[in-house]
Nanobody
């Protein structure tokens, strides 16, 4: 069973940057596609980005395309989310999760082994 721990959230001004990390336990991390989601207060959890098992394919929500970059380091069992040009509407709890559909996942039911989340707050 994979366990995921997110870190790197915080408070940042609009236009700033943050890098989130998701550290995974277990020796099979490199076998899984991974994803980032976010959930703002009163809203549903939404897809942000995903990455294939070897990093060769990445996918982004339209709302973050061109501003966020997902990457992974399989030697460190870690997936990252670099967030640039942050906007107040990016404020949310950010979660990482394992893609249960082998790289085809895009909605929350397609993912499992959710981390506890890390808060990102962007002030205007």
């Amino acid at each position: 069973q994979v366990q995921l721990v997110e870190s790197g959230g915080g408070l940042v001004q609009a236009g700033g940057s943050l890098r989130l990390s998701c550290a995974a336990s277990g020796r099979t991390f490199s076998s899984y596609a991974m994803g980032w989601f976010r959930q703002a207060p009163g809203k549903e959890r939404e897809f942000v980005a995903s990455i294939s098992w070897n990093g060769g394919n990445t996918y982004y929500a339209d709302s973050v395309k061109g501003r966020f970059t997902i990457s992974r380091d399989n030697a460190k069992n870690t997936v990252y989310l670099q967030m640039n040009s942050l906007k107040p509407e990016d404020t949310a709890v950010y979660y990482c999760a394992r893609d249960l559909r082998g790289g085809r996942g895009w909605s929350p039911p397609d993912f499992g082994s959710w981390g506890q989340g890390t808060q990102v707050t962007v002030s205007s």
